[in-house]
């Protein structure tokens, strides 16, 4: 009997679909979505056609995901290095392009039982920005499938700064300094993704082979996949694709491959006598 395939998916989709292991999904996909740029350039138009175009990408990403049962996707719109070196034109109209993108979406969010979360400072962001973000993530806060989360004005090497600072925060408001006991799971606490399992596989688009001051504590043992597709053009196709390379992946942790873990012998080095 052949498996079931989620309803919406189309023809290509379902044709890879249909040679993944359904129970070795990746729990949680981060995507770093590079190339709105150089899309928009070899097209002879601005830089902002190709964020706008990107929002078509982020859309048929998002619900594949959510067809298929990932359990949390989370997307780098945003890095804190974004809002400070770029023209304040460019800015703005990622700004205006969030908003409006929230504005629209949560419907569909809702219709596919998606639940929103940011990370990143949100604070810095504009006020009308960061109240539209609010009622977005309630609107959807009541939905019990995939968590989305955007990182929007995101840094990682800021995350751990913030989660260094609250552990300090929260020390010297129960009992001060002296209880102070940092191990792994007190950093993963406190950092903003501590409603996430870490992600078992990173995409990047464009063919960058950087991470980019993302997620750089919580990737420390995820799968890479880069892509030279450039983001305004990847659909759901190519993260099924992604997901498919990623089944390829014999990951390890840091021990032993699955062969080598089921001998005793040294697996590759002959002693001779
Ligand atoms: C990187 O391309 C992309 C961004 C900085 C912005 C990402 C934004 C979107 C995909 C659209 C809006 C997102 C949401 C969630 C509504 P780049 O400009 O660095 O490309 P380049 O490297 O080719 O110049």
Do not use: C
Not at 49 to 64: F, K, L, N, Y
Not at 92 to 105: G, I, P, Q
Not at 120 to 127: A, I, S, T, V, Y
């Amino acid at each position: 009997m052949q498996d079931k395939v989620p309803t919406g998916l189309d023809r290509k989709e379902t044709e890879v679909y249909r040679h993944l292991d359904k129970s070795r999904l990746p729990r949680h996909i981060a995507i770093i979505m590079d190339g709105n740029g150089r899309w928009a350039k070899r097209r002879h138009m601005p830089r902002v056609a190709g964020h706008r175009a990107g929002v078509t990408a982020v859309r048929s990403t998002v619900e594949t995901a959510a067809r298929i049962g990932v359990g949390a996707l989370t997307l780098y719109a945003f890095s804190e290095e974004n809002w400070k070196k770029r023209p304040k034109s460019e800015v703005d109209f990622l700004m205006r392009l969030l908003s409006r993108y929230l504005k629209a979406e949560v419907t569909t969010l809702n219709k596919n039982n998606i639940r929103l979360e940011y990370i990143g400072r949100q604070f810095e962001l504009p006020d009308d920005v960061q109240e539209r973000m609010e009622w977005a993530r309630e609107s959807t806060s009541h939905n019990s499938g995939m968590t989305l989360t955007l990182a929007l004005n995101y840094s990682a090497r800021s995350e751990l700064v913030d989660a260094f600072r609250s552990m300090v925060n929260a020390a010297s408001q129960n009992g001060g300094m002296e209880h102070l006991r940092i191990d792994e799971d007190t950093v993963a606490r406190h950092l903003y993704t501590r409603h996430l399992p870490d992600p078992d596989l990173v995409v990047r688009t464009s063919g960058e082979m950087r991470l980019s001051n993302f997620l750089l504590w919580q990737l420390a043992y995820a799968e890479i996949y880069v892509t030279p597709t450039l983001w305004p053009d990847f659909r759901g196709l190519h993260l099924l694709e992604g997901i498919a390379e990623y089944q390829k992946r014999e990951r390890r942790y840091g021990g032993l491959n699955h062969w080598e873990a089921k001998t005793d012998a040294p697996a590759r080095i002959k002693i001779e006598k």
